[in-house]
């Protein structure tokens, strides 16, 4: 842990020459889409079969928890593609901290902490935007849901660790951006329950992290969270942060060191 | 406390391997480094260096045979290892999103030192590299000289008892080269331990006490570099140039002149203990070279003799 540790100056460093645009895109992005899509489109729905299919939760109440989970799995990929990959071909920062004491498994979990912090801070100001609009739930549900968007976050995050590390060159993210990042978006639950669609579509939903981590921000905002399925929710989640995590180590250990043959 | 005793070496390798699946980079060699000398590996690209030193690094594991660096094992004692070496990697691994300064500071923490401790010591590392007047600067700003300059400060952030440069010199111009160069002499000249690689003879004679020669991942000799020039060449080399195509015909027209005669594509090298006689016979023989150059024998030669190839193609 203490090896952990000695990279903190590092990334408060680097943190603090891009703290500034990053709460403020934290701020913007929900504002916009909550203006865009909760209120004018969600006019719309509610005039319409919204009331119905929604149980009669507002359209903006019903996007606002899938939204916060969507930006913390947009946050996440942000900080475990491009940002890993560079940091092992373009300026070789993990090659310059493995030749110091830290391991690589020091390297990657100091990552990790790195990106737990801007996803916690990135969705706790989304959740005040939230509030100001009315749909952040209580208290206590406020604080489920950012846990609850801190943990899809990591769920995102160990295993695009994993790949930035494995993949050759950056191209190989279109595949990824385009084949789970923009469907995950898409169909995950944040803009429309997964049952309207066809029988394959949902059983898709349900085995992407991000539609869990929709499903438990929107029981916690709205008020609904139960023990069950929370808990499954929750389990499945951290079986895609730990199966993410060993991979990542696997892939981290084979670049940063080569084939141990 | 340190585990090593006077004169023991900082570095021991027996019989050191290095595979990647059915690649050998390393095959079996044996290597010591002293305390307070300058070791060089000296070889084309692709003959083992950087393998050997990412194994002496304790970065990457040894596939056979042993190895100990400060007395340890680098299998068991990696951390312990890296924590007492310095390390100037061939690429530069320079963090461009930070300062100049920052660059030390932030990689001073790695090595648990306290935070007045990188300060202080990144201040004197950067006037003794010449880059105080740059300590705010953005890395991306620095040439391709203060960058190399840079990595090597951070490389003794840690005051190591032995620095690791792989390709010190690479990549940058003459006179970069010799102020890179200049700064490592007065680093041994304080004591550091150098361990180096490089492709260029003259780099080699240089920096170099005692170096071996690589080459297809062998060790093909090892001394200092008047002993390999002693041992493997003559004192003096002739080169004769003459027109494209025309060097393997003249050769057999004056390979009595010489102990040895070396055919390139671009001239003939004419290995003799009198370089200036050997020119002087050849002009006797109607031979009308365009150009001749008598110089002393380099390492170069060494490699030419012991591999039958240029270190540098």
Same mark, same amino acid.
């Given at each position: 842990?203490?090896?952990?540790?000695?990279?903190?100056?590092?990334?408060?460093?680097?943190?603090?020459?891009? @703290?500034?645009?990053?709460?403020?895109?934290?701020?913007?992005?929900?504002?916009?889409?909550?203006?865009?899509?909760?209120?004018?489109?969600?006019?719309?729905?509610?005039?319409?079969?919204?009331?119905?299919?929604?149980?009669?939760?507002?359209?903006?109440?019903?996007?606002?928890?899938?939204?916060?989970?969507?930006?913390?799995?947009?946050?996440?990929?942000?900080?475990?593609?491009?940002?890993?990959?560079? *940091?092992? *071909?373009?300026?070789?920062?993990?090659?310059?901290?493995?030749?110091?004491?830290?391991?690589?498994?020091?390297?990657?979990? &100091?990552?990790?902490?790195?990106?737990?912090?801007?996803?916690?801070?990135?969705?706790?100001?989304?959740?005040?935007?939230?509030?100001?609009?009315?749909?952040?739930?209580?208290?206590?549900?406020?604080? &489920?849901?950012?846990?609850?968007?801190?943990?899809?976050?990591?769920?995102?995050?160990?295993?695009?660790?994993?790949?930035?590390?494995?993949? *050759?060159?950056?191209?190989?993210?279109?595949?990824?951006?385009?084949?789970?990042?923009?469907?995950?978006?898409?169909?995950?639950?944040?803009?429309?329950?997964?049952?309207?669609? !066809?029988?394959?579509?949902? @059983?898709?939903?349900?085995?992407?992290?991000?539609?869990?981590?929709?499903?438990?921000?929107?029981?916690?905002?709205?008020?609904?969270?139960?023990?069950? !399925?929370?808990?499954?929710?929750?389990?499945?989640?951290?079986?895609?942060?730990?199966?993410? @995590?060993?991979?990542?180590?696997?892939?981290?250990?084979?670049?940063?060191?080569?084939?141990?043959? | 406390?340190?585990?090593?005793?006077?004169?023991?070496?900082?570095?021991?390798?027996?019989?050191?391997?290095?595979?990647?699946?059915?690649? =050998?980079?390393?095959?079996?060699?044996?290597?010591?480094?002293?305390?307070?000398?300058?070791?060089?590996?000296?070889?084309?690209?692709?003959?083992?260096?950087?393998?050997?030193?990412? #194994?002496?690094?304790? +970065?990457?594991?040894?596939?056979?045979?042993?190895?100990?660096?400060?007395?340890?094992?680098?299998?068991?004692?990696?951390?312990?290892?890296?924590?007492?070496?310095?390390?100037?990697?061939?690429?530069?691994?320079?963090?461009?999103?930070?300062?100049?300064?920052?660059?030390? =500071?932030?990689?001073?923490?790695?090595?648990?030192?306290?935070?007045?401790?990188?300060?202080?010591?990144?201040?004197?590392?950067?006037?003794?590299?010449?880059?105080?007047?740059?300590?705010?600067?953005?890395?991306?700003?620095?040439?391709?000289?203060?960058?190399?300059?840079?990595? %090597?400060?951070?490389?003794?952030?840690?005051?190591?008892?032995?620095?690791?440069?792989?390709?010190?010199?690479?990549?940058?111009?003459?006179?970069?080269?010799?102020?890179?160069?200049?700064?490592?002499?007065?680093?041994?000249?304080?004591?550091?331990? $150098?361990?180096?690689?490089?492709?260029?003879?003259?780099?080699?004679?240089?920096?170099?006490?005692?170096?071996?020669? #690589?080459?297809?991942?062998? %060790?093909?000799?090892?001394?200092?570099?008047?002993? /390999? %020039?002693?041992?493997?060449?003559?004192?003096?080399?002739?080169?004769?140039?003459?027109?494209?195509?025309?060097?393997?015909?003249?050769?057999?027209?004056?390979?009595?002149?010489?102990?040895?005669?070396?055919?390139?594509?671009?001239?003939?090298?004419?290995?003799?203990?009198?370089?200036?006689?050997?020119?002087?016979?050849?002009?006797?023989?109607? $031979?009308?070279?365009?150009? +001749? /150059?008598?110089?002393?024998?380099?390492?170069?030669?060494?490699? $030419?003799?012991?591999?039958?190839?240029? $270190?540098?193609?």
């Amino acid at each position: 842990m203490e090896l952990v540790v000695r990279q903190l100056d590092y990334w408060v460093t680097t943190y603090r020459r891009t @703290w500034k645009g990053s709460v403020v895109s934290s701020f913007v992005m929900p504002l916009l889409f909550l203006s865009a899509m909760g209120i004018g489109l969600g006019g719309y729905v509610d005039d319409s079969s919204g009331p119905r299919v929604l149980a009669g939760v507002s359209y903006l109440a019903f996007i606002a928890p899938g939204l916060l989970a969507t930006t913390a799995m947009q946050t996440a990929v942000l900080e475990s593609s491009f940002a890993v990959f560079g *940091k092992f *071909k373009w300026n070789k920062v993990y090659s310059s901290m493995t030749a110091t004491p830290l391991r690589v498994v020091d390297v990657l979990n &100091g990552n990790l902490l790195y990106v737990g912090f801007r996803l916690a801070t990135t969705c706790a100001v989304f959740l005040l935007v939230l509030a100001a609009f009315g749909v952040a739930g209580s208290v206590v549900g406020a604080l &489920g849901a950012l846990l609850s968007a801190v943990l899809v976050g990591l769920a995102c995050t160990t295993p695009v660790f994993g790949y930035s590390a494995w993949i *050759k060159t950056d191209s190989s993210f279109a595949v990824l951006f385009r084949l789970g990042l923009i469907p995950m978006f898409l169909f995950s639950g944040a803009f429309f329950p997964v049952e309207q669609m !066809p029988d394959t579509v949902e @059983w898709l939903a349900y085995l992407t992290p991000v539609w869990h981590g929709v499903e438990l921000c929107r029981d916690f905002t709205l008020g609904t969270a139960s023990w069950w !399925p929370g808990v499954g929710h929750v389990a499945y989640l951290l079986v895609w942060v730990v199966v993410g @995590w060993l991979w990542a180590r696997k892939t981290f250990e084979r670049r940063l060191v080569g084939a141990s043959s | 406390m340190h585990a090593t005793t006077v004169g023991e070496p900082l570095v021991r390798a027996r019989g050191l391997t290095k595979t990647y699946g059915d690649f =050998t980079a390393v095959r079996g060699i044996d290597v010591e480094v002293r305390p307070g000398e300058a070791f060089g590996f000296l070889g084309p690209n692709g003959a083992g260096k950087s393998s050997a030193m990412r #194994m002496i690094g304790a +970065v990457s594991p040894v596939s056979a045979g042993e190895l100990r660096i400060l007395g340890l094992d680098p299998a068991s004692d990696g951390p312990a290892i890296r924590a007492r070496l310095g390390v100037c990697p061939q690429e530069d691994s320079l963090d461009m999103e930070i300062t100049v300064r920052e660059n030390l =500071t932030v990689y001073g923490r790695y090595f648990g030192l306290s935070r007045v401790e990188c300060r202080e010591r990144a201040d004197e590392l950067l006037d003794f590299v010449q880059l105080t007047d740059k300590a705010g600067d953005s890395v991306e700003d620095l040439s391709g000289g203060m960058k190399r300059r840079l990595t %090597i400060a951070r490389s003794l952030i840690n005051r190591p008892e032995l620095l690791l440069l792989d390709e010190p010199t690479t990549g940058l111009d003459p006179q970069a080269r010799h102020l890179v160069w200049e700064r490592l002499f007065r680093l041994k000249q304080q004591g550091v331990t $150098l361990v180096l690689t490089t492709h260029y003879m003259d780099e080699a004679e240089q920096l170099c006490d005692r170096l071996v020669v #690589m080459d297809n991942g062998v %060790i093909v000799a090892e001394g200092s570099p008047l002993e /390999l %020039i002693a041992a493997h060449s003559t004192r003096e080399v002739t080169e004769l140039r003459f027109g494209v195509g025309e060097h393997e015909a003249v050769a057999s027209k004056v390979s009595d002149l010489a102990q040895r005669v070396e055919i390139l594509p671009d001239r003939l090298l004419l290995y003799t203990d009198e370089g200036e006689a050997a020119a002087i016979a050849v002009h006797d023989r109607g $031979l009308r070279p365009v150009a +001749v /150059l008598v110089r002393r024998s380099t390492l170069e030669d060494v490699f $030419l003799r012991l591999t039958g190839r240029t $270190l540098v193609d």
